[in-house]
C-alpha cells in the first residue's frame, strides 16, 4: 500500500506502520495530487511489489 500524504508525514508514517504490523508493505510518500508532476513522480517511484496495484 502506498500511503500519499502532502502535508505533515506522521500521519500517513503511522498508518503505514499499522499496515506493516500485518505483515503487509507499505510506504508513505509525499505528493501534492494537484500537481501533476509530483503525481507522475508517485507512479515512477513506487517500489516494485506496489507496481501491480490498481491505481
Known amino acids: 500500500m502506498v500511503v500519499n500524504y502532502s502535508g505533515d508525514p ?8 499499522r499496515v506493516r504490523s500485518h505483515d503487509a508493505q507499505a510506504l508513505a510518500h509525499r ?3 494537484a500537481d501533476e508532476q509530483q503525481v ?5 517511484r513506487r517500489p ?8
Open 10 to 17: 506522521a500521519p500517513a508514517e503511522e498508518v503505514a506502520e
Open 31 to 33: 505528493a501534492d495530487v
Open 40 to 44: 507522475s513522480d508517485l507512479f515512477r
Open 48 to 55: 516494485s511489489w506496489a507496481r501491480s496495484l490498481a491505481w
